[in-house]
């Protein structure tokens, strides 16, 4: 018996399957471009997406805040901390605390990580070509306006 077998045999007063849920689509999607960029970049660098996020966002985020990284990313403090500290035993950040407030950490990426980021950039540029390859630029300009009202609806936190 198929999946969607087992799935349209469970009864519910709606007659939607979980497929058909937006949010379900985009997290099976996630899970899936996520499995591959960790695949891509686990076997040719070393590194797990976070911490390939992490670099890239303090790639283009010159002197930026634990905090600062954390809202951007919409990533949890404590798991974002906890990565920071394995990235600056590997040698790929350095920190320092602010001058002013001592609580406040500011990151900045070591030349281990940024030969990093520069080998790797070709690798993940050609994946986001294969992702694109069968989508039109006038598809992708829908896509991500569709993305963006997504994006605007999730901050509704009442439904009625």
Known sequence: ???????????????RTAS???????????????AQATAI??????????????IQTLRIFEDVTMSEIADFL???????SRKVKAMLKKGLLRSERDTEDKRVQHLYLTKAALEISYSMMPVMEARQKLLLVEVPP???????????KLEAAAKIREIE
């Open 41 to 54: 970049l686990k076997t040719k660098a070393g590194l797990s997406l976070v911490e390939w996020r992490l």
């Open 1 to 15: 018996m198929g999946i969607f077998n087992i799935m349209n045999k469970h009864k519910t007063l709606s007659h």
């Open 138 to 148: 006038d598809d992708l300009k829908i896509f991500y306006g569709v993305i963006n």
């Open 20 to 34: 058909s849920f937006v949010t379900f689509r985009l997290a099976k999607m996630q899970s899936s471009l996520n």
């Open 74 to 80: 919409q990533m949890d403090k404590g798991q974002l």
